[in-house]
């Protein structure tokens, strides 16, 4: 796959800090939403940035190792969630809503068989991925296709006039599949970046720690982020790669969702470290590794508000700054034009 991500560039820069910097307000006090506006000027090139045609995708996919204990819910939950969501009624289809964001799903790999459902997006790649305690998760073709599916997936949606995109995900096991890979791209101890996710008891956690410290003893710490992807990956995680790669190459601003969409985030930034120019990260996870996935990218939140669903939930919240930071660029007055009076 041969992926062009275009580094950020300086040249409006000084431009769009001046129109910022000269809104009526003191110089700096809408914080944040100041980086926003700059870094949505940069990604667009423009000093008029607008945001178009929301969108937030779910992949979907399951875990060979969810029936090993990873979890504290059954693998059948990842079908019976997609049913929700196709019926809108999961937290995510309620933020979508309250926020007017397009919603899509997409079956990237649920080990079980929907027939042909209106509204599900099928990218089936195999009914769930193989156990990593045993064997690989999935073959290089397999990611490849996954990868190239997201991918594609992003370019169509930006043909159809999106420029901003959340990612989310759905796959009961994958949090397991994240502190793997956060392990293998950020080299923190593999115990540190393990949690309860769903919501382990004591026994369960511990559990948890055994079965991946096994798997790792098995898959070791490949060398390539692609290899690292294949080996303990999800396949809504390697669509997840694929489709941050498209949605970059568009020109897209990218809302970054909780621990497993970061963790996809990780693979992509291994190979192509410029993505992160068109990323904004919504939230803290409550999923402790989620700290060091951010560290590692160097990243800052919008929210801290104890969120640890997944879905794209995170990026369906952080979605009004995002609107906030282009309207207040867009639509302030300046210290001229209203003809309020500048700093002495
Ligand atoms: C009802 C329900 C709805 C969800 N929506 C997202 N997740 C989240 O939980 C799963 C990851 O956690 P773990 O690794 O512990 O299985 C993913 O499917 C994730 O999106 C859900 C989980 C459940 C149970
Ligand atoms: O941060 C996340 O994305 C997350 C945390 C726990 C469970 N599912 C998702």
Excluded at 31 to 41: K, S, T
Excluded at 190 to 211: C, W
Excluded at 262 to 280: D, K, N, Q, S
Aim: proline share 4%.
């Amino acid at each position: 796959m041969n992926i062009a991500i275009a580094p950020l560039d300086d040249t409006l820069v000084d431009a769009l800090r001046h129109k910022i910097d000269t809104k009526t307000k003191p110089v700096g006090s809408l914080g944040r939403l100041e980086a926003l506006a700059l870094q949505l000027g940069r990604i667009q090139r423009s000093l008029t940035p607008a945001l178009k045609r929301p969108h937030v995708v779910v992949f979907a996919g399951d875990h060979g190792a969810a029936t090993a204990g990873i979890s504290a819910y059954p693998q059948d939950v990842t079908w019976q969630m997609v049913e929700n969501f196709l019926a809108g009624g999961a937290a995510i289809n309620v933020f979508a809503r309250q926020n007017e964001i397009a919603l899509r799903v997409v079956d990237a790999g649920v080990a079980h068989d929907f027939g042909k459902r209106e509204g599900l997006i099928n990218g089936k790649i195999a009914p769930g991925t193989a156990n990593y305690l045993e064997r690989p998760a999935m073959s290089g073709s397999q990611r490849d296709t996954a990868m190239a599916y997201g991918r594609q997936l992003a370019h169509t949606l930006a043909e159809g006039g999106c420029n901003v995109i959340g990612f989310g995900e759905m796959g009961i096991g994958n949090t397991a599949s994240a502190s793997l890979i956060t392990h293998c791209l950020t080299g923190t101890p593999l115990p540190q970046v393990i949690g309860r996710g769903t919501g382990l008891d004591d026994a369960g956690l511990d559990r948890k720690h055994m079965l991946l410290a096994r798997a790792l003893a098995r898959g070791g710490v490949p060398a390539n982020p692609l290899e690292v992807l294949a080996e303990y990956g999800g396949f809504e995680v390697a669509m997840l790669v694929g489709a941050l790669f498209g949605a970059a190459e568009k020109r897209m601003l990218i809302l970054v969702d909780g621990f497993i969409v970061t963790a996809a985030l990780l693979v992509a930034h291994a190979l192509i470290p410029a993505i992160t120019g068109y990323c904004v990260f919504a939230h803290h996870s409550g999923e402790p590794g989620h700290a060091y996935q951010l560290k590692h990218l160097n990243a800052a939140p919008l929210l801290d508000i104890g969120l640890r669903l997944g879905e794209g939930t995170g990026a369906a919240l952080a979605w009004p700054l995002i609107q906030a930071a282009a309207n207040f660029l867009d639509q302030m007055a300046s210290f001229e034009s209203a003809g309020v009076s500048d700093k002495r």
